[in-house]
């Protein structure tokens, strides 16, 4: 009779997120993912190479789910709906949210990660980006400003004022009140942006 393996790979995964969101990323040492789980130390290495292999799972999934939620509407010129989704997603999972949004994946990572992830995560990355160029050649062409100014006005529209919104609370482990939503819709509705035409 065949033995079917007691603890799935995302058990490890999702240990190791829970770890950092309570204690950083020392938090998250094999020893500690493997108690958090229940699990022999030893049953992780059949699944991940390394603690790196296991963060750098973790993170390239956070990161699909986020530029799932972001790309969209910045490719279609929709800040403000990418603002929104950002809110939204941190709402949907404040533990993932707090690990992908106020860390740093290197400075998490005590080695290199597999070279088929760390792809991966350089090509996630390059598809948020290529979405954000987009939105931000399309507010250019509208205005005289300098494509550098749009750019940092775009920039922090939908990805730095959000997440110093939800930053508090992100820190708290607590669910943001509604009011994160409203703020950033008011900043959208007063655009921040330059006018068409503007000098």
Not at 14 to 38: F, T, W
Request: with cysteine.
């Amino acid at each position: 009779m065949v033995r079917l393996a007691r603890f799935d790979a995302e058990d490890f995964v999702d240990a190791a997120v829970a770890l950092i969101a309570e204690g950083g990323g020392a938090a998250a040492s094999m020893a500690a993912i493997a108690r958090k789980v229940g699990a022999p130390t030893g049953s992780i290495y059949h699944r991940f190479e390394s603690r790196a292999a296991i963060i750098a799972t973790a993170w390239q999934a956070m990161q699909r789910a986020f530029v799932d939620r972001m790309a969209p509407p910045l490719a279609g010129g929709r800040a403000r709906d990418a603002a929104r989704g950002l809110v939204a997603w941190a709402r949907e999972d404040i533990t993932r949210a707090r690990v992908f949004l106020l860390y740093d994946l290197e400075a998490l990572l005590d080695g290199a990660p597999p070279e088929a992830l760390r792809r991966s995560i350089v090509a996630q990355q390059e598809e948020l980006e290529e979405a954000f160029r987009a939105h931000v050649d399309e507010c250019a062409r509208a205005t005289t400003q300098p494509r550098d100014e749009v750019a940092a006005r775009a920039r922090f529209l939908v990805f730095d004022a959000p997440i110093a919104l939800l930053r508090p609370h992100l820190l708290a482990g607590s669910q943001p009140p509604a009011f994160v939503e409203r703020i950033v819709d008011e900043m959208h509705a007063g655009d921040a942006m330059p006018a068409r035409g503007a000098a």
